[in-house]
């Protein structure tokens, strides 16, 4: 079973505050998306990364995959309350494999 | 543009009822997937569809089908309902370009009494 592991699973920080999230897995992806869900909405597409070691910037967030293509990581700079929400990552593999996610709350 | 659409928004069954939920993707989009998202279990993948063909399923009984038209909308059947399929079923499209990228409807929220 092809399991994708996040961390933490919650984090709630006061606005203004960086903050990182991971996701991990035991084997190599092929690509891995990043989404952001709200409460009652579908998840909105973030960030894709391809290339083993790339870092994709989306203004105060930064998206980085591992070198060896199993784990990849989400920086946010100054969190605001806006951030708020389910951040979730997919692999795709014989199928489809989201993450359980990291429900980020942003303390105004 | 327009997103990905999903129809109804919610939808109330009894146990052992048939559900049909719909999916209209982005225009240009040939791939569909069907999701479920029942609480404190996650996202889990149902179903792939692409150019009319189921290319994969998910972890999920026969109960659980659908179908894609020819003009790539979709549909999910959830027969025989029990009440652990009440949930949030989220349908998302890809195109043929960017496989990987799945852009994602707003939800059809199933309630099973």
């Known amino acids: 079973t092809q399991l994708l592991e996040q961390s933490p699973q919650f984090l709630s920080i006061q606005e203004g505050e960086n903050l990182t999230v991971y996701c991990n897995s035991s084997s190599v992806f092929s690509s891995l998306q990043w989404y952001r869900q709200e409460p009652g909405e579908g998840p909105v597409l973030l960030v894709t990364?391809?290339?083993?070691?790339e870092v994709k910037k989306l203004k105060r967030l930064t998206f980085q995959f591992g070198d060896a293509r199993k784990d990849s990581s989400l920086h946010i700079t100054a969190a605001q309350p806006g951030d708020t929400g389910l951040y979730l990552c997919l692999r795709r593999g014989q199928n489809f494999v989201f993450g359980p996610g990291t429900r980020l709350s942003v303390l105004p | 543009e327009a997103g990905v659409t999903q129809s109804p928004t919610h939808l109330i069954k009894t146990r052992g009822q048939q559900a049909t939920l719909r999916c209209s993707p982005i225009s240009g989009h040939t791939s569909v997937y069907w999701y479920q998202q029942a609480l404190g279990l996650g996202l889990q993948f149902l179903l792939w569809y692409d150019e009319g063909e189921e290319r994969n399923r998910g972890n999920f009984p026969p109960r659980f089908s659908g179908r894609q038209f020819p003009n790539y909308s979709s549909e999910l059947n959830v027969n025989a309902l029990e009440l652990e399929d009440s949930a949030l079923y989220l349908c998302a499209s890809s195109s043929r370009q960017v496989p990987y990228e799945q852009y994602f409807g707003p939800g059809t929220r199933l309630t099973v009494t």
């Open positions: 990364v391809v290339t083993g070691g």
